[in-house]
């Protein structure tokens, strides 16, 4: 039985994934930080493990606890939207230690149990905000970006391992509480002198039908972890797919 370990599984896109492999049979490592096993379904094949991405001891204490995997899913994240004049260093700052730092710290412990079994799988969540830029997004976006630009050439040191580097880039998800959690980091992002520019931003938002469901992510995730002839960048949602094409 194979094992996959999702960072960020307490909701959306990394809750949604967990259930998606337990069904298929996998035995499902599922982290947080806050630990919360009431959110899941009992199944035998579900560990609940503690996890903060920014913390290097809780990384370490993890990875030790948790024995093979076959698959890492680095989901965690967090949003931000906001003009970057207003937006402070302090919440650039934590916006990188998550998005991009954690990933990468998360994914720097994990590679020499990878190279050692020569085999294994890396997807990292991104966003299709990086297909092509967003006002309002920059320091959100520059983070993932930041992230692609890492699993692309980390792809290349890794493929002598038989171990492959998958990008799954999802789309606008309404359905999840990401940008109810984001809102706290918003406070005051929004100046009266970009308030015109702001408010047309806000006014298009909602124009488009086009979405992301969280069960898009969890499918493109599988088809990374199990398919090793897909492209290295997976777009996930009807959104993601439009951005995608109309970048390429």
């Known amino acids: 039985m194979k094992t996959v370990l999702i960072t960020g599984a307490s909701s ?3 809750l949604e994934t967990a259930e998606y492999f337990l069904a298929k049979g996998w035995q499902v490592v599922a982290t947080m930080r806050s630990p919360k096993p009431d959110n899941f379904a009992g199944s035998p094949n579900l560990r609940v493990v503690k996890l ?3 913390d290097p001891e809780s990384i370490e204490r993890a990875v030790e606890s948790i024995g093979p995997v076959d698959v890492l899913v680095n989901n965690a994240g967090v949003g931000l939207l906001g003009i ?3 937006t402070s260093m302090e919440t650039i700052r934590e916006i990188f230690e998550t998005n991009t730092l954690g990933t990468i710290a ?3 412990a994990m590679l020499p149990h990878f190279r050692q079994q020569r ?3 890396i997807v990292n969540v991104t966003s299709a905000t990086t297909y092509q830029p967003h006002p309002l997004l920059a320091v959100y976006t520059a983070s993932k970006a930041a992230v ?3 699993s692309e050439s980390l792809a290349l040191e890794l493929a002598q391992f038989n171990v492959r580097i998958n990008l799954v880039i999802p789309g606008r998800a309404p359905e999840t509480p990401f940008s109810k959690n984001a809102q706290s980091r918003m406070e005051g992002a929004f100046p009266e002198a970009y308030s015109e520019f702001v408010q047309g931003i806000f006014g298009r938002m909602g124009e488009s039908t086009l979405v992301t469901h969280p069960v898009d992510v969890a499918e493109a995730i599988w088809q990374a972890a ?3 002839t ?3 960048r997976l777009p996930a949602g009807a959104d993601a797919h439009a951005m995608s094409r109309a970048a390429s």
């Open 226 to 228: 199990t398919d090793p």
């Open 106 to 108: 998360v994914t720097h």
């Open 12 to 14: 959306g896109f990394g």
């Open 230 to 232: 897909v492209p290295l």
């Open 52 to 54: 903060d991405v920014t």
């Open 84 to 86: 970057v004049e207003e």
């Open 119 to 121: 085999s294994g799988v």
């Open 148 to 150: 692609n630009a890492f």
